[in-house]
């Protein structure tokens, strides 16, 4: 189980940055997820990860760019489903997870993503992890859930940046 203290939240507390993790009636937690009608949900929380961040200007100041961390890919998003995302009605058969970054906030580059079928997000308690490299991040940070032809019909998550914890998929 990771370290709930080192955590950065964005999807699954509400509006509220590291907790508490938010429910949905008595059985699931999270916030809605792949349930927008346009098919694209936007994290509730927009990480800043401060003005003192490495920006483009000053990555450039070496060539190559000076690397951020131990130069592995052991930080990224963690989702955790909440109630299983059911996509019967609206023909969902799977959806993208995209990591958006930018130097400026309502980020939309996309540094990194996953596809994950319906049968996968189907699965109350499934923990997803996707890499993201520390090069690429800029000073904003958020994710988008991205439902593949239309919106499901119901499912929540909880989703968290932060190292790899073990036993994620």
């Known amino acids: 189980m990771p370290v709930t203290d080192a955590l950065l939240y964005v999807h699954g507390t509400g509006s509220v940055v590291n907790g508490p993790i938010t429910g949905k009636g008595t059985a699931t937690m999270g916030d809605d997820i792949f349930t927008a009608t346009n098919t694209t949900d936007v994290s509730n929380i927009e990480l800043d990860l401060g003005a003192l961040f490495p920006s483009l200007t000053e990555r450039a100041y070496s060539n190559p760019a000076a690397p951020l961390g131990d130069g592995g890919v052991e930080f990224g998003l963690h989702l ?7 996509g019967a009605s609206g023909g969902m058969t799977a959806g993208t997870i995209n990591i958006l970054s930018d130097a400026t906030t309502a980020a939309t580059t996309v540094i ?18 996707i890499p993201v490299d520390r090069a690429a991040l800029k000073q904003f940070l958020r994710c988008n859930f991205v439902a593949t032809t239309a919106a499901a019909d119901s499912g929540t998550g909880v989703a968290w940046f932060g190292p790899r914890c073990g036993g994620e998929a």
Request: proline letters at 4%; charged letters at 5%.
């Open 112 to 129: 990194a993503s996953r596809l994950l079928t319906i049968a996968q997000l189907g699965v109350a308690g499934a923990h997803f992890f």
């Open 80 to 86: 955790v489903i909440g109630a299983p995302v059911i």
